[in-house]
């Protein structure tokens, strides 16, 4: 099984069309947990919010970004790109190493 930083830099290269529900859990937890919370009766199964986000047009001004599943089972291409983004910013940011 492929750690969380093997799964981001490989995302990095070359973002798949799906990614399965655990996989994306384990790189966002790794990166992002200490801004996570699971949403709860909605889509939108996961919630980052941080101050540092709101400089960011995924999140608009609010600095929340949410990450609805697709079939309950997978997570689209278009949100593995965002967390790319989403990354890299904190990283830049001096928020996570």
Do not use: C
Not at 2 to 9: F, G, I, P, V
Not at 15 to 35: A, I, M, N
Not at 62 to 75: A, C, D, E, K, M
């Amino acid at each position: 099984m492929a750690s969380a930083e093997e799964l981001y830099r490989q995302w990095k290269r070359n973002p798949p069309t799906e990614v399965s529900r655990q996989d994306f859990e384990k790189v966002l937890r790794h990166y992002l947990g200490d801004f996570l919370r699971e949403g709860s009766g909605s889509s939108h199964q996961y919630i980052v919010s941080h101050e540092a986000l709101k400089d960011l047009s995924v999140t608009r001004q609010f600095g929340i970004w949410t990450v609805p599943l697709h079939s309950g089972r997978t997570v689209k291409k278009w949100y593995v790109k965002q967390l790319i983004v989403i990354v890299e910013h904190l990283r830049r940011e001096g928020v996570i190493p």
